[in-house]
């Protein structure tokens, strides 16, 4: 039993589904980190707020610690946030588009075989 022969033109559909494939894997796994992120500036914001704003705490970067307000540190984790905030948001529309992209040529696909 011989298998049927693609076509170039099917080649390049497969390949080009197997590329938004991966890409939409990347894409899921960076959205479960910056998802992880989320939750830390969430907590670390909920530990601050039971602070005195006057009290001295430290804030790292990187290998290093810098001593701080908590005022300073609310800020810093806010624009944290709202960069997170962002960046989840375009993912997620990223994700939507490839997930129907997805399935768009997935049916393309199945309907030629």
Same mark, same amino acid.
């Not at 890409?23 to 980190?33: A, F």
């Not at 610690?65 to 529309?93: A, G, I, M, P, Y």
């Given at each position: #039993?011989?298998?049927?022969? #693609?076509?170039? @033109?099917?080649?390049?559909e497969l390949? +080009?589904?197997?590329?938004?494939?991966? @890409?939409?894997?990347?894409? +899921?796994?960076?959205?479960?980190?910056f998802?992880?992120?989320?939750?830390?500036?969430?907590s670390?914001l909920?530990?601050?707020?039971e602070?005195?704003?006057? @009290?001295?705490?430290? +804030?790292?970067?990187g290998?290093?610690?810098?001593q701080?307000?908590? @005022?300073?540190v609310?800020?810093?984790l806010?624009e944290?946030q709202?960069?997170?905030e962002? +960046?989840?948001?375009?993912?997620?529309?990223?994700e939507?588009?490839l997930v129907?992209?997805?399935k768009e040529?997935?049916?393309?696909?199945?309907?030629?075989?």
């Amino acid at each position: #039993m011989t298998t049927p022969q #693609m076509t170039p @033109e099917q080649q390049e559909e497969l390949q +080009r589904f197997n590329q938004l494939v991966q @890409e939409l894997e990347i894409i +899921r796994v960076n959205l479960q980190q910056f998802e992880l992120e989320k939750r830390d500036i969430a907590s670390a914001l909920k530990e601050t707020k039971e602070l005195d704003p006057s @009290e001295v705490i430290y +804030r790292s970067a990187g290998r290093l610690l810098f001593q701080t307000n908590v @005022e300073d540190v609310n800020k810093h984790l806010k624009e944290q946030q709202e960069k997170v905030e962002v +960046r989840l948001s375009s993912l997620t529309n990223r994700e939507k588009k490839l997930v129907s992209s997805v399935k768009e040529l997935q049916e393309k696909l199945i309907g030629k075989k």
